[in-house]
């Protein structure tokens, strides 16, 4: 459900790009610090995202990512396994991806595949969904123990929302990319999704990896309210105002002369 404005007893209006943006600044020099602290404590942290088609799963991770190093902020997005990784035990090719000292992975979609798009699109047998469902919060421990932060989140929108969404896909070419087979196979399966994804929160919502679930619905209020809950997750230093001056530029040498490139610059029809 949409938070409710307390003056009007409605869902708050969609936020502007313009409040988004000014809300938005000071959350990225949070992550900066957060990843300063990553780094100089050798912490290991994986942030999941899970949420039905057009959640908002991308948008939220673009937000989190694009004022970070990607070699500390590293984004996996796994494709459908080859045939030796279907051979393999099931959690392996994730685990591959997991942090070393000094990292936070965020997992674009994760090992939840089988508690969610497998499981109702039938690529695996309910004997392997709940096999899952009972194994997960146990290797889920045996992460934690290791020391690494796990932080899952699940982005939750409305039907008609989702349907919004897929139609803007479907009508922008510049969108269309995001639109696969599957998107419209699953979209056929809306309460399908909705018990599969209450059978997982309610048997991998343990106290040592507990789920949260974000709403989505308007994508601006969703990632700021992600990002702030995020970083309240990790106990990192919060950032401190660096005092720092550009020391003096070097001169320019007497026998240098700046060379002709006119011929190597790129056209300019803007």
């Given at each position: 459900?949409?938070?409710?404005?307390?003056?009007?007893?409605?869902?708050?209006?969609?936020?502007?790009?313009?409040?988004?943006?000014?809300?938005?600044?000071?959350?990225?020099?949070?992550?900066?610090?957060?990843?300063?602290?990553?780094?100089?404590?050798?912490?290991?942290?994986?942030?999941?995202?899970?949420?039905?088609?057009?959640?908002?799963k991308g948008g939220v991770i673009?937000?989190?990512?694009?004022?970070?190093?990607?070699?500390?902020?590293?984004?996996?997005?796994?494709?459908?396994?080859?045939?030796?990784?279907?051979?393999?035990?099931?959690?392996?090719?994730?685990?591959?991806?997991?942090?070393?000292?000094?990292?936070?992975?965020?997992?674009?979609?994760?090992?939840?595949?089988?508690?969610?798009?497998?499981?109702?699109?039938?690529?695996?047998?309910?004997?392997?969904?709940?096999?899952?469902?009972?194994?997960?919060?146990?290797?889920?421990?045996?992460m934690v123990d290791a020391g690494?932060?796990?932080?899952?989140?699940?982005?939750?929108?409305?039907?008609?929302?989702?349907?919004?969404?897929?139609?803007?896909?479907?009508?922008?070419?510049?969108?269309?990319?995001?639109?696969?087979?599957?998107?419209?196979?699953?979209?056929?399966?809306?309460?399908?999704?909705?018990?599969?994804?209450?059978?997982?929160?309610?048997?991998?919502?343990?106290?040592?990896?507990?789920?949260?679930?974000?709403?989505?619905?308007?994508?601006?209020?969703?990632?700021?309210?992600?990002?702030?809950?995020?970083?309240?997750?990790?106990?990192?230093?919060?950032?401190?105002?660096?005092?720092?001056?550009?020391?003096?530029?070097?001169?320019?040498?007497?026998?240098?002369?700046?060379?002709?490139?006119?011929?190597?610059?790129?056209?300019?029809?803007?």
């Amino acid at each position: 459900m949409s938070k409710k404005d307390s003056k009007t007893e409605g869902p708050l209006p969609r936020m502007k790009e313009k409040e988004y943006q000014k809300a938005l600044k000071p959350l990225h020099a949070e992550l900066v610090a957060l990843q300063d602290w990553v780094k100089s404590t050798g912490a290991k942290v994986i942030v999941v995202f899970e949420g039905r088609d057009t959640a908002g799963k991308g948008g939220v991770i673009k937000a989190i990512t694009e004022r970070v190093s990607p070699r500390v902020f590293r984004v996996v997005a796994l494709p459908a396994p080859s045939e030796r990784e279907k051979s393999q035990m099931y959690v392996q090719r994730y685990m591959t991806h997991f942090p070393g000292a000094g990292e936070i992975v965020i997992f674009d979609r994760s090992w939840y595949n089988r508690a969610g798009v497998e499981r109702v699109m039938g690529f695996c047998t309910p004997e392997q969904t709940e096999r899952f469902l009972e194994q997960t919060p146990l290797v889920e421990r045996a992460m934690v123990d290791a020391g690494i932060i796990l932080v899952k989140y699940w982005l939750d929108v409305t039907p008609e929302e989702q349907t919004r969404r897929l139609e803007g896909r479907i009508n922008d070419p510049r969108k269309t990319w995001k639109l696969t087979d599957m998107d419209l196979k699953s979209y056929q399966h809306w309460y399908d999704y909705s018990k599969a994804r209450d059978a997982m929160l309610e048997k991998t919502s343990t106290g040592w990896a507990p789920w949260y679930v974000a709403d989505t619905e308007d994508k601006k209020r969703g990632r700021l309210n992600i990002i702030t809950h995020l970083l309240n997750q990790i106990p990192y230093e919060p950032a401190v105002a660096r005092d720092v001056k550009l020391p003096p530029r070097q001169r320019k040498p007497a026998k240098y002369t700046e060379p002709d490139c006119t011929s190597l610059h790129i056209p300019t029809p803007y």
